[in-house]
């Protein structure tokens, strides 16, 4: 089971970026996805999350949306009005067994994660 984050990079506050995640090894439908990030010196923490009937969970900030493409296997995050305050690595992870929550206390127990991918929003 391999998850390839992809899509992050430098831009200026008010840019977009969108982030994708490949998996490889097993298929994303009717599995939990999420997207989290984690910030230097900061724990890491849920954006957004997709249940494995698709029932969408949004920690975020309210500018960013997480979708899926089966076809493709591949999930995104799309992150809109960029801040200075977005600046982290960004993860993806998988559950193949059951819904996960982005909840704090549920990061640990999500098994499978994407290398991180670096965003910086700075002018």
């Known amino acids: 089971v391999q998850l390839q984050a992809s899509g992050g990079g430098s831009v200026q506050p008010g840019g977009s970026l969108r982030l994708s995640c490949t998996a490889s090894?097993?298929?994303?439908?009717?599995?939990?996805l999420g997207w989290f990030r984690q910030a230097p010196g900061k724990q890491r923490e849920g954006i957004a999350c997709?249940?494995?009937?698709?029932s969408y969970e949004d920690s975020g900030p309210g500018r960013f949306i997480m979708s899926r493409d089966n076809s493709k296997n591949t999930f995104y995050l799309q992150m809109n009005n960029l801040e200075p305050e977005d600046t982290a690595v960004y993860f993806c992870?998988?559950?193949?067994?059951?819904?996960?929550?982005?909840?704090?206390?549920?990061?640990?127990?999500?098994?499978?994660w994407g290398q991180g991918t670096q965003v910086t929003v700075s002018s």
């Open positions: 992870a998988a559950n193949r067994a059951y819904t996960l929550s982005c909840a704090q206390n549920a990061v640990p127990r999500w098994p499978h």
């Open positions: 090894g097993f298929t994303l439908e009717h599995k939990a």
């Open positions: 997709l249940g494995s009937r698709d």
